[in-house]
């Protein structure tokens, strides 16, 4: 039963199992499509169970910036901010493949919350993990130069994958870190130069795992 994946499932006593399978939603998001943004406040919790969501933040000036991806059978608990305490920031969520997964309506999750402490216990550390989440990206952001940030990503992305062969363009890294996509696009023009890279039309290719390994110290 897919309920099953849900994180919290086995912490639910029988009554509670039925009231959360009689009240999932069966939901679908296509690539690109926008999960929670600012006319999408409160959807409620989401988990995936195919493909992958992106959570980010977008500055003042209209940088974005990818906090963490929420990868299937992860809960999705900042789709449901409206029912945690203290989220003062604003966070939008897209979806990074062709996503479908199961929705807990926000008076489901309230209501498990406040009758099962061990839920709202593990909703608490799941809100702490991701926060955690958040500040390594930041500390990136901030601290970390720009060249090794992309080849960071580019290794996390070769991991992920596991390919040295990356479908992704100059905007997709740009959005994922922070930046422009014309700042990304002159320095993948220097690792090309320097052989690591093999730049095409909406991919990269790893050419020296062990150089690009080596500009991540």
């Excluded at 039925?18 to 998001?29: M, T, Y």
């Excluded at 296509?30 to 929670?36: H, N, P």
């Excluded at 216990?121 to 990136?140: C, G, H, K, P, Y």
């Amino acid at each position: 039963m897919e309920e099953e994946k849900i994180e919290f499932y086995k912490l639910l006593n029988d009554r509670e199992k039925v009231l959360l399978k009689d009240n999932l939603i069966k939901k679908e998001f296509k690539k690109g499509e926008m999960v929670r943004d600012s006319t999408k406040s409160c959807i409620g919790v989401f988990v995936p169970l195919e493909g992958k969501l992106r959570v980010s933040i977008i500055s003042d000036e209209g940088r974005e910036i990818t906090l963490y991806y929420v990868k299937p059978y992860d809960t999705c608990i900042f789709s449901a901010s409206c029912v945690l305490s203290n989220i003062s920031f604003d966070v939008f969520i897209q979806a990074a493949e062709d996503t479908r997964g199961l929705l807990i309506p926000i008076r489901i999750f309230s209501q498990l919350q406040e009758n099962n402490l061990k839920v709202k216990i593990l909703a608490l550390e799941i809100t702490n993990e991701r926060f955690s989440d958040v500040m390594w990206a930041l500390q990136q952001l901030l601290f970390l130069p720009l060249q090794q940030r992309i080849v960071m990503f580019l290794y996390d992305e070769m991991i992920n994958t596991k390919s040295e062969e990356l479908k992704l363009t100059h905007e997709d890294i740009a959005r994922n870190i922070g930046s422009s996509r014309e700042v990304i696009t002159r320095s993948l023009k220097v690792f090309s130069k320097l052989g690591i890279l093999e730049i095409g039309r909406g991919r990269i290719k790893i050419l020296d795992k062990k150089e690009l390994i080596s500009l991540m110290k």
